[in-house]
């Protein structure tokens, strides 16, 4: 990441910027508690929605917290607001000093006190107060920043920002670099936080949008125009089809689908963008004088998730096909759904995970951890259809599962979780935390759920789904998303005795929060 844009982004984030804030009247704080899930029944955004999946018999989870507000606790939310606030006026007028340290704790717990009453503008505002002073006191790159700009992180997507949510990202990363070596493993964790979020914004505007579909397709048309004039460098390919012309070929040429085309000229900015961090990740941790292996396996996941994200356009795109005239037909869209294209996919992954694998067995790794690693492979094998590569790898998971002393039962057992997870696990999915941008931190207040059954065949697709009633207002949106989810991914089929099971039928419960 250039260095430049770091500094740019420094010097905007580290102006004095402490902000007075001014004591709203009670009325609009006291209804603030029951505005934000009024809204939230009445706007559905896909692009928000997260799905937590239990079994139905386990614990529930917070279901409407904030609609559940009662009298007495909306005036403590007030309260606490104006205790805050008048301690924080107390110790300014106490000690003349804007950036006392003392008022690191009380901008800070204004601030989630803002955040639990949905007041996202007042939040930022005293969490960036907070972050003023931590800069004042222990320095410009301190690392005592970073929890508070996850909660900077958080208010901004609430709001819907992602601009500015990116660039607190961008911002923490650059923290990071200011305080460790490039190849160090918190800088690693951090470079991956990075990536993440870059990835999360990619499926909330496209696989998650509202209009579900590739919002990259709408701005794709071809590079040059359908006329012989700009075709001068299949100068030779067009005398030999006048020579013997043949009309569908020849409206190929005209069109530009017989040129080559750059692989790159049809992949997001922003994948293309963590493609090269990891690339450039790669370099500095292969030299250094000791590469950690641990940074060396996460690396290899993580580009063989970016590898399957290429798998979940080509499928997306499959189920909502794009009618755009300037890209129907185009070389565009025939090299986009190619064969050609799912086969790199497949194979880019297939050797970052093949690596992994190699890589434990040449350190002896624990046998638990390279099981593990044996696994992800078959799973990768089986979500892009490779059954019978599948079915050798995951038979070696069962056979080093075997040397540790775990019998096939207890192996079966391993494989079958009660709730199954979506294949490849390293992949980010839809409608999920992590596609969503939100941390794993995060305790969110979900707004209802629905109870849905559903075979997972031999070849780990989804059949048979059935659902219970629900009475909000969005369920039929909900449950039409939950249907596409379903039948967008791909599962671990279940095992008995290590062979796979025709189908079985899973009970399942999906608690939604936008």
Not at 374 to 388: M, R, S, T
Request: net charge negative; hydrophobic share 40%; charged share 20%.
């Amino acid at each position: 990441m250039c260095r430049l844009i770091y500094k740019t982004i420094i010097y905007i984030f580290s102006k004095a910027t402490l902000i007075s804030l001014t004591l709203r009247s009670a009325f609009i704080f006291y209804m603030a508690a029951y505005s934000v899930t009024a809204h939230s029944q009445t706007f559905f955004d896909p692009a928000n929605l997260i799905f937590e999946i239990t079994l139905p018999s386990d614990t529930p989870a917070s279901l409407n917290a904030l609609e559940d507000t009662n009298n007495e606790e909306g005036i403590r939310y007030l309260e606490s607001v104006e205790l805050y606030q008048d301690a924080i006026e107390n110790i300014q007028l106490s000690t003349n000093n804007p950036y006392e340290y003392e008022l690191l704790e009380e901008y800070s717990d204004l601030g989630d006190v803002y955040q639990s009453l949905a007041q996202h503008d007042e939040a930022i505002s005293s969490f960036d107060n907070a972050l003023q002073i931590t800069k004042i006191q222990n320095g410009l790159y301190n690392l005592d920043q970073l929890p508070l700009l996850q909660k900077i992180i958080q208010s901004h997507l609430a709001l819907g920002d992602l601009d500015n949510a990116t660039l607190w990202q961008e911002y923490s990363h650059y923290l990071h670099l200011e305080n460790y070596d490039a190849a160090d493993p918190a800088m690693v964790e951090a470079t991956f936080a990075l990536t993440q979020w870059y990835i999360a914004t990619f499926f909330r505007d496209n696989f998650q949008s509202a209009n579900q579909k590739l919002e990259m397709i709408d701005n794709m048309t071809p590079r040059l125009p359908r006329s012989t004039a700009g075709l001068v460098e299949d100068q030779g390919m067009i005398e030999e089809f006048t020579a013997n012309p043949n009309a569908v070929e020849l409206d190929n040429i005209l069109n530009g689908n017989v040129r080559r085309i750059n692989p790159r000229d049809i992949e997001h900015p922003t994948l293309l963008k963590v493609g090269n961090i990891y690339e450039e990740l790669q370099n500095n941790i292969y030299a250094t004088e000791q590469p950690d292996i641990g940074s060396i396996v996460q690396t290899a996941r993580r580009i063989a998730e970016l590898s399957f994200i290429t798998k979940q356009e080509m499928d997306f795109e499959r189920q909502n096909p794009n009618f755009n005239v300037d890209y129907a037909n185009t070389r565009e869209q025939l090299y986009r759904t190619s064969q050609q294209r799912m086969d790199h996919s497949y194979d880019s992954g297939r050797n970052a995970l093949q690596y992994i694998v190699s890589l434990l067995k040449s350190v002896e790794a624990r046998p638990g951890l390279l099981a593990s690693a044996i696994v992800e492979l078959g799973d990768w094998h089986f979500a892009y259809g490779k059954i019978q590569a599948a079915g050798v790898t995951y038979q070696e998971a069962y056979s080093m599962m075997a040397s540790m002393g775990i019998p096939t039962e207890a192996a079966d057992e391993a494989f079958n979780e009660p709730i199954p997870k979506q294949i490849p696990r390293m992949a980010t999915h839809m409608f999920t935390s992590r596609s969503a941008g939100v941390s794993n931190d995060i305790n969110l207040a979900y707004l209802g759920y629905f109870d849905v059954s559903f075979n997972i065949d031999s070849q780990g697709n989804v059949e048979g789904i059935a659902f219970d009633d629900s009475s909000h207002d969005e369920a039929r949106n909900i449950q039409s998303l939950i249907v596409s989810s379903l039948n967008f991914a791909k599962y671990r089929p279940r095992f008995n005795n290590g062979e796979f099971i025709d189908s079985e039928r899973l009970n399942l419960r999906y608690y939604y929060s936008y």
